[in-house]
T-cell receptor
Framework: DAMVIQNPRYQVTQFGKPVTLSCSQTLNHNVMYWYQQKSSQAPKLLFHYYDKDFNNEADTPDNFQSRRPNTSFCFLDIRSPGLGDAAMYLC?????????????FGPGTRLTVT | GDSVTQMEGPVTLSEEAFLTINCTYTATGYPSLFWYVQYPGEGLQLLLKATKADDKGSNKGFEATYRKETTSFHLEKGSVQVSDSAVYFCAHGGSNYKLTFGKGTLLTVNP
């Protein structure tokens, strides 16, 4: 089945130690998104790629970076994680060939910062 | 600006009860409307959608109708099950490739 895959599902990192989360998709969608979700809150968009064009949200901290080497893969890099960065990180995709703009989400990576 | 307002939770129901979760939106133009469901520890799953006024989205017994006149997209289910316990997010999306989410409503269904 076509899907959005996130690895790992659980990630533990130390305060200040760089960490990378990965996302891959078999949907061949041209838009990929990274969201941060904290407990009991709606997902918060960090940035998205339309093909190779990177679009950062105005309030996304510089500590968060992203790479999209090809259509299928997208990475979230947290350069110096703080305790406040502990959250669920969700990857999503969307095809701009559709008219309804729905997004398809992966299962998420739960990040713990110790 | 664009926004989505949905019923604050938590909502607690008994099995086989009727469910309504209210959702209203403000947006430029006529966005697509969505309900997403999130089970504990999982990502968001698209539950249903509607792309134009008077469309009814439906899936797994859930329904929602796109009401342009009241800018609403209320989620309903006639008989909830324990397995429907989850967080439900109303959202709208348009040509800027982004979704605007409501704050989410936690539903707990007791046997």
């Amino acid at each position: 089945d076509a899907m959005v895959i996130q690895n790992p599902r659980y990630q533990v990192t130390q305060f200040g130690k760089p960490v990378t989360l990965s996302c891959s998709q078999t949907l061949n969608h041209n838009v990929m998104y990274w969201y941060q979700q904290k407990s009991s809150q709606a997902p918060k968009l960090l940035f998205h790629y339309y093909d190779k064009d990177f679009n950062n949200e105005a309030d996304t901290p510089d500590n968060f970076q992203s790479r999209r080497p090809n259509t299928s893969f997208c990475f979230l890099d947290i350069r110096s994680p703080g305790l406040g960065d502990a959250a669920m990180y969700l990857c999503a995709t969307s095809s701009m060939d559709r008219t309804s703009y729905e997004q398809y989400f992966g299962p998420g990576t739960r990040l713990t910062v110790t | 600006g664009d926004s989505v307002t949905q019923m604050e939770g938590p909502v607690t129901l008994s099995e086989e009860a009727f469910l309504t979760i209210n959702c209203t939106y403000t947006a430029t133009g006529y966005p697509s409307l969505f309900w997403y469901v999130q089970y504990p520890g999982e990502g968001l799953q698209l539950l249903l959608k509607a792309t134009k006024a008077d469309d009814k989205g439906s899936n797994k017994g859930f329904e929602a109708t796109y009401r342009k006149e009241t800018t609403s997209f209320h989620l309903e289910k006639g008989s909830v099950q324990v397995s429907d316990s989850a967080v439900y997010f109303c959202a709208h999306g348009g040509s800027n490739y982004k979704l605007t989410f409501g704050k989410g409503t936690l539903l707990t269904v007791n046997p």
